[in-house]
C-alpha cells in the first residue's frame, strides 16, 4: 500500500488559448498528477480535463466565488492533495492570482506556477503578424479598456496611445466604439489598421481586420461580445515598409557571426 501524503500543494497552470495543444508539457504533467482541478470555465478547453486521471475531482470555478475556491484548496491541500488551479492563457494576465497567493501565504501551503501561451499570442499567429518590426514598432503594451474592474487613470487608453506603438487590448471588444475613440483621442489616425481575433486558436476562430475608421461596424455585424483580442498599430500593414533585422543581416557583426562589408 503507498504511504498517504501528508503535504500537498497548488500549482497554478495556464491552459494556453483553446486550442489543447497549446499546453505546456509541464502543465500536460501536472493535470495527468492532479489529485483536483479547478478550472475557469468555459474558457478552458474542456479537452484538457480529459487528461486527468478517471474520477478526479473538477470544479469550475466561473461559478463560485474567492472565498469558495480557497476553500477547496484548503480542504484539499489538508488532506495532501495536489491541487491544479487551471487558468486561460497565462496566469500572470488578468487571471487574479495574486489574491489567491495571499490566501495560500497565509496559511503556509506551498504553490508554484506554470505559465501558458496567452491569446494574445496566439492572435498574432491567428493573423501571422509580428508585433515588433524595425522601424514601426518595439514595443507591445498590454492593456484593457476601463469597465466595471477599473483602469488607473494613468493607464487610460488614449494615454497610452500616444505612444503609437504596437498595442494588444484584452476584455474590451464588448464597448468597440469607446476603444475607438480612446485610440484616436490618443493620436492614432483613423486609417491606422486594426485586428479582432475572437477565440483564437479555437475551432471557431474568427478574424476581422479593418481600420480605425471600419473595425466597429465589422464587429457589430459579426456580433462579436467577448473572447476576443484587439490588435492595433503599423505593425499590422506597414504601408511603408520597415527595415531589415540586423541579427540576419549579412553585413552585421555580432558574438556568433563576422558580417561582410557591405
Known amino acids: 500500500m503507498s504511504q498517504k501524503k501528508t503535504n500537498g500543494e497548488v500549482i497554478f497552470v ?5 486550442d489543447p495543444e497549446l499546453i505546456t508539457v509541464k502543465g500536460v504533467r501536472a493535470l495527468e498528477r492532479a489529485d ?21 475531482p473538477v470544479h469550475d470555478s466561473a461559478h463560485l466565488t474567492l472565498e469558495e475556491v480557497i476553500s477547496l484548496m484548503y480542504e484539499g491541500t489538508s488532506h495532501g492533495e495536489t491541487i491544479v488551479r487551471l487558468h486561460t492563457g497565462d496566469p500572470s494576465m488578468y487571471g487574479a492570482i495574486k489574491e489567491q497567493f495571499d490566501h495560500l501565504d497565509q ?16 492572435a498574432a499567429a491567428a493573423i501571422k503578424r509580428e508585433f515588433t518590426l524595425p ?9 484593457r479598456l476601463a469597465g466595471r474592474t477599473p483602469v488607473p487613470e494613468r493607464e487610460a487608453l488614449a494615454k497610452l496611445a500616444k505612444h503609437q506603438a504596437s498595442m494588444a487590448i484584452f476584455l474590451s471588444v464588448q464597448d468597440m466604439q469607446s476603444v475607438v475613440d480612446a485610440l484616436v483621442e490618443g493620436g ?11 477565440k483564437a486558436s479555437w475551432p471557431d476562430e474568427e478574424i476581422l481586420q479593418g481600420t480605425l475608421e471600419t473595425i466597429v461596424e465589422k464587429v457589430k ?9 484587439i490588435l492595433v498599430g503599423d505593425f499590422l500593414d506597414p504601408a511603408n515598409g520597415y527595415a531589415r533585422s540586423k541579427l540576419y543581416d549579412p ?12
Request: overall charge positive; aromatic content about 8%.
Open 36 to 56: 483536483r482541478v479547478i478550472y475557469a470555465g468555459s474558457l478552458v478547453n474542456p479537452e484538457l480535463l480529459g487528461l486527468c486521471r478517471q474520477g478526479t
Open 107 to 122: 496559511q503556509a501551503i506551498r504553490y508554484s506556477v506554470i505559465p501558458g501561451v496567452s491569446s494574445v499570442f496566439a
Open 188 to 198: 492614432y489616425p483613423a486609417s491606422t489598421p486594426i485586428a479582432v481575433i475572437a
Open 135 to 143: 522601424d514601426i514598432s518595439q514595443t507591445l503594451i498590454l492593456t
Open 14 to 18: 495556464g491552459a494556453g488559448p483553446g
Open 251 to 262: 553585413t552585421f557583426t555580432h558574438e556568433y557571426r563576422q558580417g561582410s562589408k557591405p
Open 221 to 229: 455585424l459579426a456580433g462579436i461580445r467577448k473572447q476576443a483580442q
